[in-house]
């Protein structure tokens, strides 16, 4: 069984940052993508980012690029969400999710975590 634990959200003024993490426990995540997404009030969840445990690639979206970075701590089984320039449009919560696959629809992955909310002041 995966348990993803995400947190690091809160209050930020336009142009501020935030860091944002996703703790994964119950196996060895080597061949796992784990990833990043979003969901404002009334809009349907979307893709913010993936990294792929294996060979370390990663993926954004259009809205996040030069922006946003999503990296690794092997060491703690844990991935990161630095998200730097951080815009109102930003404002959601905000979900880890895992699975062996990568895939930019949130349907794609069998595991979540229980979201953490990022407020994002004009």
């Known amino acids: 069984q995966v348990h993803l634990v995400d947190s690091g959200g809160g209050l930020v003024q336009a142009g501020g940052s935030l860091r944002l993490s996703c703790a994964a426990s119950?196996?060895?995540?080597?061949?796992?993508?784990m990833c990043w997404f979003r969901q404002a009030p009334g809009k349907e969840r979307e893709f913010v980012a993936a990294f792929n445990w294996s060979g370390g690639r990663t993926y954004y979206a259009d809205s996040v690029k030069g922006r946003f970075t999503i990296f690794r701590d092997g060491a703690k089984n844990t991935v990161y969400l630095q998200m730097n320039s951080l815009k109102p449009e930003d404002t959601a919560v905000y979900y880890c999710?895992?699975?062996?696959?990568?895939?930019?629809?949130?349907?794609?992955?069998?595991?979540w975590g229980q979201g953490t909310q990022v407020t994002v002041s004009s």
């Open positions: 999710a895992a699975d062996r696959v990568y895939s930019r629809y949130d349907w794609g992955y069998s595991y």
């Open positions: 119950g196996r060895t995540f080597n061949s796992y993508v």
